[in-house]
């Protein structure tokens, strides 16, 4: 049930960066704008192929990744004011609600082998 949990909660992050995408502007919508969008939907799917998976274990480091590349992104449109700091404090506290739940999801399967 956890897992839907999370599920749910990448599903929140990636509605709500689709209410800032669409406020991007031009020069940057079809460049960064589009890099985070594709980050997050592809984050998704593989916490979707994750969740589905056996060996949850090999695919650790991608999930940890994609995690750093969504902040990285994230954290340069807010550095561009491509994002008020408001619309940055309520992304991050959803990215981070989300990474906590990953961090624990991921302690759940610590004992499978790589």
Do not use: A, C, T
């Not at 981070?96 to 499978?112: A, C, L, R």
Request: charged share 30%; hydrophobic share 40%.
């Amino acid at each position: 049930m956890e897992n839907l949990k999370i599920i749910q909660k990448i599903y929140e992050l990636v509605v709500y960066y689709q209410h800032l995408f669409i406020k991007f502007p031009k020069s940057y919508k079809y460049s960064l704008g589009d890099r985070i969008n594709n980050s997050l939907i592809s984050f998704y799917l593989l916490i979707l192929k994750v969740n589905r998976s056996k060996n949850k274990k090999i695919l650790e480091d991608s999930i940890d990744l994609k995690l750093d590349e969504i902040r990285l992104l994230v954290r340069m449109s807010r550095e561009l004011n491509l994002i008020s700091l408001k619309q940055y404090d309520i992304f991050s506290d959803k990215y981070v609600e989300v990474f906590n739940m990953i961090k624990k999801w991921q302690k759940s399967f610590s004992g499978q082998e790589k």
